[in-house]
Every structure is written in C-alpha cells, then in structure tokens.
C-alpha cells in the first residue's frame, strides 16, 4: 500500500509568484492536514480537511489557503510568496482526523525554496 | 498558549551510549503524546504514541516515558546506532472546537557518531 505522497518533492520560486503543493492520503482515510516546518523548528499546524471541509486552521495569513477533493487528495495554495514562506511542508494523512486517537502518517514532504 | 519544549535543542553521543530526550508541554486538554523521528528533509515518522493513563512505553531501543501530573516526557534511547542520527519530535494532541490537531516542540537533533 501506498503511503501518504506528496508532490512535488523540491520546489523553487521566485517572490510574489503562487505555488500549489499537492497531497494524496493514505488510501481509505478521509482527513488531510497540513503542516509548515522551518529549518532547524518543529511543524506549525496550517489546515486541517475532513470529508471535503475545513476543520482546522492555524495562525497563518490569508495567502495561504487549501481544499479537498471527492478523493480525498488536497491542495495546498499559497499565493504572493515571501521568502519566509521557504520551508519544508507536510501533509498527515489520517482516518477521521481524529488525531487523539490514531497515528498521523506524514508524507515526505515538499522542500519550497523562495527566491 | 499551548506549548510543547524540548531540550536539549541538539546532542551529540557516541555509537553505542544511551541518551534521554526531554520534552515538557503545557497543552490542554492533552489527549495524547508522540514522539517522532525525523530524518533531515523527510516527513515524521511515529516511535511511540501515550495516552494520559500510560506512564512508560517501548519500541525496541526507544522508550517513551509520560508523567501527566507534571506534564513531562522523555525518550530514551539505549545502544545508540549511526542510524539514530536524526531529529526527534515530542507531539501533543489537542482536542479543541476546531477538531484536534497536533502540537509539535521544537525538537532534539541527534548525532550518533561512530
């Protein structure tokens, strides 16, 4: 079975263009959630999807947005980059988003570097 | 504010030594801690996962242990191997009205060296 995939892996942009990062779950689980991880910290919650719909988001501007698909994949936007918005960028991948219960599997990850 | 600190921040050990890993948070209500793995440039992976009721679980040479009464965690790690080099990640669940979400400390990062 294929585990949570992410695309694409490494991803370099110039300030002010948009980016759209793509996650696909685990097959069978119906919740997407999204992570920001600047070098040397530990993730900060962006968004979290259920069923198509947003359960969660964390303190992060407007520029960034995502959704969910029938099929469960997201997408994860951000548009007018800055240079702090370089980071590597994690998609979780559970079964009902009932995080308390169950493990979140990680995906490898997206590296976007903003030039 | 919810938070979840680690140290130390980094951690050099020699092949083969045991080390511990600190990890205090002040996140409520706290559902359950993880510790993680993380290779540089990869996506977490899962060591172990406490409910509040838990005071000690291993996985292999990784032992996680959870006192909720003062909200502290530590994962040990005996017989180190090159392989253990790697940032490790102490995660508390949070269940709030947004659903639940995962609170991540900062980290250790851990150099095994032979």
């Known amino acids: 079975d294929a585990g949570v995939t992410q695309s694409p892996t490494h991803l370099i942009k110039t300030r002010g263009q948009h980016v759209t990062l793509r996650c696909s779950p685990i097959?069978?689980?119906?919740?997407v959630s999204w992570y920001q991880q600047v070098l040397g910290q530990g993730p900060q919650f962006i968004f979290q999807?259920?069923?198509?719909?947003?359960?969660g988001r964390g303190n992060f501007p407007d520029r960034f947005s995502a959704r969910q698909f029938p099929n469960y994949s997201s997408e994860l936007n951000v548009n007018a980059l800055l240079l702090g918005d370089s980071a590597l960028y994690l998609c979780?991948?559970?079964?009902?988003?009932?995080?308390?219960?169950?493990?979140?599997?990680f995906g490898q990850g997206t590296r976007l570097t903003v030039v | 504010k919810n938070q979840v600190e680690q140290s130390p921040q980094s951690l050099i050990i020699l092949e083969g030594k045991n080390c511990t890993l600190q990890?205090?948070?002040?996140?409520?209500?706290?559902?359950?801690l993880r510790w993680y793995k993380q290779d540089t440039g990869r996506g977490p992976v899962s060591l172990t996962i406490?409910?509040?009721?838990?005071n000690t679980k291993s996985n292999g040479r990784y032992t996680a242990t959870l006192d909720a009464d003062t909200k502290q965690s530590s994962l040990h790690i005996t017989a180190s191997q090159l392989s253990d080099s790697a940032s490790y990640i102490c995660?508390?669940?949070?269940?709030?009205?947004?659903?639940?979400?995962?609170?991540f400390g900062g980290g250790t990062r851990l150099m095994v060296k032979p």
């Open positions: 979780a991948s559970s079964f009902n988003g009932q995080l308390f219960k169950q493990g979140a599997f």
């Open positions: 990890c205090n948070y002040t996140v409520s209500p706290f559902s359950n």
């Open positions: 995660v508390v669940s949070v269940w709030d009205n947004a659903g639940n979400m995962l609170t």
């Open positions: 999807y259920y069923e198509k719909e947003e359960r």
């Open positions: 097959s069978g689980h119906k919740s």
């Open positions: 406490m409910t509040f009721s838990e």
